[in-house]
């Protein structure tokens, strides 16, 4: 139960902890926050989170309201209710989901597969989209690298999650189709292991100067309401 109660509280972003109070520890200080070695106020919120979800999942689903769900239905509403009362709409890698729903790798592939496909507009790519923006404005790249099959040049980012990847790579297609002059490379996973992506030098500019841009986007894509 601890490991997974681990993988529950390292896939929540650390922008949000700040909202990861439970009953235990109702006010949570920077101090603690900062305290990477000792998380459990952390693991507090994650459980007390999941009780109430448990609870809810039972009145609303299991006790004869919802009496033909499958089991793959069911663990998608699970996910939906992790991912926005626990994650804050951040989803996990596959090694994470694998490891909570009791999952192999590939299963748990086919499952974060299908949760995307329904929800990516309204509850992924807009969150994902913004915390985006924020890495690339706010932040330098750790290095400037070359594509390594073309002459594309561009920046090195840590990203949490391998997820963010992705977003990348749907806002390149925004972008085009917004700027069809503009020529730009795909962002990929640079190190699997350190979770370093690669950004085009073009992308990162239009992110950085371009607000009218940026202001169509989220309009476009609206945050999900909580």
Not at 202 to 213: A, E, G, H, T, W
């Amino acid at each position: 139960m601890h490991n997974v109660l681990g993988t529950f509280a390292n896939a929540i972003p650390r922008e949000c902890y700040s909202y990861c109070t439970s009953a235990k520890f109702a006010s949570i200080s920077k101090t603690m926050i900062g305290n990477e070695e000792d998380k459990a106020w952390l693991f507090d919120y994650v459980q007390e989170r999941l009780g109430k979800l448990a609870d809810f999942e039972y009145r609303e689903w299991i006790n004869g309201q919802q009496p033909f769900i499958t089991p793959r239905e069911l663990q998608l509403w699970r996910l939906r209710l992790y991912v926005q009362y626990i994650w804050y709409w951040n989803l996990p890698d596959d090694e994470d989901l694998a490891m909570i729903f009791n999952l192999t790798k590939r299963r748990a592939s086919n499952l974060a597969s299908d949760f995307v496909a329904r929800f990516r507009k309204t509850v992924i790519y807009p969150v994902a989209l913004r915390r985006l923006y924020a890495l690339i404005t706010k932040t330098e790249p750790l290095s400037r690298e070359t594509h390594p099959k073309g002459t594309a040049k561009g920046g090195i980012y840590k990203v949490p999650s391998a997820r963010l990847v992705n977003a990348a790579q749907y806002l390149v297609e925004d972008l085009r189709s917004q700027l069809p002059i503009k020529r730009m490379a795909n962002p990929y996973l640079w190190d699997k292991e350190q979770f370093l992506m690669w950004v085009d030098n073009v992308m990162i500019d239009v992110m950085k100067n371009n607000s009218r841009l940026r202001e169509l986007f989220y309009k476009m894509y609206r945050l999900p309401e909580s």
